[in-house]
């Protein structure tokens, strides 16, 4: 952590009354506010930042710890604070549904003098090689908020971390919190420090304030609220006077552009910008003195011609405020494009390569009003003279006009054969989304494998066994129901009585791991275990890319290869037995990527729709993705499990 360079002159300018070289006066002029406003404007508050009061709680000795790296647990935070004083209670905050660390914990001691010496001694310190930030916690939210004693300093340094800016300005008063603003771990050069008292903070600001932190000159001024920044910011660009035009000829001059503008009033500067060539980059600057002048030249040159081009001529903006507006009006499209289609938007998939466009609007049409309806297909060129259209992806979008069409159409031919598949309907999705829902089954899956944790269950608990024995008289792998929730374990005989209390026994591999507890790893694992908890599953709803041809109608029979599953054998089979098979087939191609989990994520892949299954039987593409999905939300609810043991 690098120390400012002139915190040496911070700190013998606080100790000396106040000089004419100090900036002068106890309050802001309006340039300064302005200068405040504009710089807060384009460096937003950092999210999480919030004042904390202006002294420790007397009723409780909370504190507040942040900054901390995502793995840290209760664990670590008590031996770290246990060490100044008796902890009374820790906790981590973590997200409801996902269960993953905010990044923040709560630290309650039995006494406040504890407190002020954790705050004192461990502020700071490295946890995870992260620096945690220690403060008072807070929890009346109008305390929080208040900006008295609260400072505002940008220009900062990139090595100038929290450590520094707090030692740099505690000179002038006690400090409660103190944050410079970053993203990916990455200075963004602006900071906040919340003072004890409004006296520190305006002491903080006069000897501060023009001097030279790590050879960077800093403004420091007060911290001016949201809500009072934009409505300056407002008045602002409401008394412009700066005028961006674009869309110049490049032979037009300087010379030329300010003749063109002149007769709108008095122009204080006005420049066109140039390539290293000295070319024009079509577009420049003109700034006029009175901002009556500039709005006349906006609204009487803007979409006018000009040497035979139409020019573009605006009140000129900052990158970043650009950037924001541009930011701001992608957001509202996408909204009003999602509000538009939610609920009349359906996901087609597991298509025959003969629809297109046409037979797909088609065979909804009979549903209600179609909008648009597409199949999507590789981005690929045509032989010349050829319409432009690649080979079906094998799924496609169709939009109707209303919900209760589509909601009618996802009814009636979701699970239908059309052409040689059956087809895959649902109401479409965004991608987070999904993955949102995928985490919350992962986490109501955890909780349900917490609470079955004892290592002995009755066995009249699960529902009864069916086997179909095989070669030599044997059951074969993976047919049997496997215990709920208890991925890579293997199905209980069919000899076994329903109502004897059994134990759960791990594959083979997992010799060495007590009887009842969980298998982390698919070792051994029988094909067709991960179905745990799917039991006798009905509802068939196909979607294999398989290939059309004499070679689909053979698979119809029950007695297919064993190394191949079509839509038509799946279909064949009793419901009861199709998870079983898609399992079987699943397992291996799991296993062969990930091993360790490959029990747990079959398990998760099952809870998707036959068909859909059938697809990724088929598509490496797309199994490697749901692989890489289902591994992500698994290691992250390991984490989880480890830090709450």
Known sequence: MSSPVALADVQAAAATPATSAAPAANHLSLEQQQQIAAAQAQAAQ??????????????????????????????????????????????????????????????????????????????????????????????????????????????????????????????????????????????????????????????????????????????????????????????????????????????????EVEALFTKFGPVTSCVVSTDENGRSKGFGFINFENHEDAKRAVDELHDSEYKEKKLFVTRAQKKGEREEELKKQYEQQKMEKLSKYQGVNLYVKNLDDEVDDEKLRQEFSVYGVITSAKVMRDEKAAAEGEEAKGASKGFGFVCFSSPDEATKAVTEMNGRMLGSKPIYVALAQRKEVRKSQLEAQMAQRSQIRMQQMPGQMPGGMYPPQMFYPGPGGFPPQGRGMVYPGQPGMVPRPRWVNPGQPQQMHPAAGQQGRPQGAPQQGPAGAPRGAPGAGRGGYTKYTGQARAANGPSAAAAATPAADANTLTAAALAAADPDQQKQMVGEHLYPKIAARQPDYAGKITGMLLEMDNGELLHLLEDNEALDAKIEEAVSVLKAHEGEAEASA
């Open 46 to 255: 950092a999210a999480h930042f919030a004042p904390v009061p202006a002294a420790a709680p007397t009723a409780s000795a909370s504190l507040y710890i942040g900054e901390l790296d995502p793995s840290v647990n209760e664990a670590m935070l008590f031996e770290m604070f246990n060490s100044v004083g008796p902890v009374a209670s820790i906790r981590v905050c973590r997200d409801a549904v996902t269960r993953r660390s905010l990044g923040y914990a709560y630290v309650n001691f039995h006494n406040v003098a504890d407190g002020e010496r954790a705050l004192e001694n461990l502020n700071y310190t490295l946890i995870k090689n992260r620096p945690c930030r220690i403060m008072w916690s807070q929890r009346d939210p109008a305390l929080r908020k208040t900006g008295t004693g609260n400072i505002f300093i940008k220009n900062l340094d990139a090595s100038i971390d929290n450590k520094a800016l707090h030692d740099t300005f505690s000179a002038f008063g006690n400090i409660l919190s103190c944050k410079v603003a970053t993203e990916d771990g990455q200075s963004k050069g602006y900071g906040f420090v919340h003072y004890e008292t409004h006296e520190a903070a305006e002491n903080a600001i006069k000897h501060v304030n023009g001097m030279l932190l790590n050879d960077k000159k800093v403004f420091v001024g007060h911290h001016i609220a949201k809500k009072e920044r934009q409505s300056k910011v407002e008045e602002m660009k409401a008394n412009f006077t700066n005028v961006y035009i674009k869309n110049l000829d490049p032979e037009v001059t300087q010379e």
